[in-house]
């Protein structure tokens, strides 16, 4: 079956530094894959996508490509701020059903 | 527009108590789902439908049930709660599936 698989967290940060949080996926076929933020004690947002191979998806300073060759969409961001602290989840769909890696948890300090 | 709507958003069950938790969304969206957020363990899918009378299950279905008569509701229901039960419940919805699904704000249950 489909699966993600995303870096354990916490990740650690001072303010400004560079952020990468590592997903692969196996997936059949051509999935969906998306980034998902979970701020302190609220839902899921969508924070990007990209639907097929070599997208880049883009929001609020973060990025992401769809890399089919290695099936991997990695989360990228070149200057965090505090209030980015937040649990990322990497997610894709296929046939419909999205699913999600274990989330990485993502604590940026002044 | 108020998107995905759970309620209630808190519920204190005891052990072999049965209790639907609700979902409705307005955007006229054929794929909805539910899944279960517990510490560590990222989000599991529990059910999910791609349109009003189908559903399938999804990675933890054992002790809910769901149906789907209308495309905007998608009621979860738990038969005989157990512990292991309590956890948070996101319901979600996709106008396609492959553009990302919009997310309620989560009901927090408790089994006791």
């Known amino acids: 079956g489909n699966s993600v698989t995303q870096m354990e967290g916490p990740v650690t940060l001072s303010e400004e530094a560079f952020l990468t949080i590592n997903c692969t996926y196996t997936a059949t076929g051509y999935p969906s894959l998306f980034w998902y933020v979970q701020y302190p004690g609220e839902g899921l947002q969508l924070l990007l996508k990209a639907t097929k191979a070599d997208d880049k998806g883009s929001n609020k300073g973060f990025e992401a490509t769809y890399r089919k060759e290695t099936t991997s969409f990695h989360l990228e961001k070149g200057s965090v701020q505090v209030s980015d602290s937040a649990v990322y989840f990497c997610a894709l769909v296929s046939w419909g059903k999205l699913q999600f890696g274990a989330g990485t948890q993502v604590v940026v300090t002044p | 527009n108020a998107g995905v709507t759970q309620t209630p958003k808190f519920q204190v069950l005891k052990t072999g108590q049965s209790m639907t938790l609700q979902c409705a969304q307005d955007m006229n969206h054929e794929y909805m789902s539910w899944y279960r957020q517990d510490p560590g363990m990222g989000l599991r899918l529990i059910h999910y439908s791609v349109g009003a009378g189908i559903t399938d299950q999804g990675e933890v279905p054992n002790g809910y049930n769901v149906s789907r008569s209308t495309t905007e509701d998608f009621p979860l229901r738990l038969l005989s709660a157990a512990p292991s039960q309590t956890s948070v419940y996101f319901c979600?919805?996709?106008?396609?599936?492959?553009?990302?699904?919009?997310f309620g704000s989560g009901t927090r249950l408790t089994v006791v």
């Open positions: 979600a919805s996709s106008s396609t599936g492959g553009w990302g699904y919009t």
